[in-house]
């Protein structure tokens, strides 16, 4: 058994290499990913949040939010009667996650796999 099966599931090599990765370097994906901007500067997190329907009140679940840039975004965007469920396996990408969001009451983290969700079914909108 490896050291990630304790606290997730049974894992692959691949997402035993993911984890790896996330562990070792928390942030990563956020830091490749916002090199990239569109013409007009906007990052792909911007151009996902623009993409969603309206979501003021509603409860939006971020899966694998990692260091939280789209949660971040995201929070305006529900307002103060939404939420926003960060979901993650690393443990390192959520406390960055956290550090980032830190206060903010109607942001709720969670460190667990997208295979065994414990928000219940229709709980996000």
Sequence with gaps: MNKHQ????????AIDFLMAVHEAVPGITETVL?????ADGRSSYEILCDAAE??????????ACGSGRLTELLVPRVGTDGKVIGIDLSKSELNLAQSRLQGIERVQFLRESACRLSPPNASAE
């Design 6 to 13: 304790n606290e997730t599931e049974s894992l692959n090599p």
């Design 34 to 38: 916002d090199t990239g901007r569109t």
């Design 54 to 63: 309206p979501l003021h009140g509603k409860t939006v679940v971020d899966l």
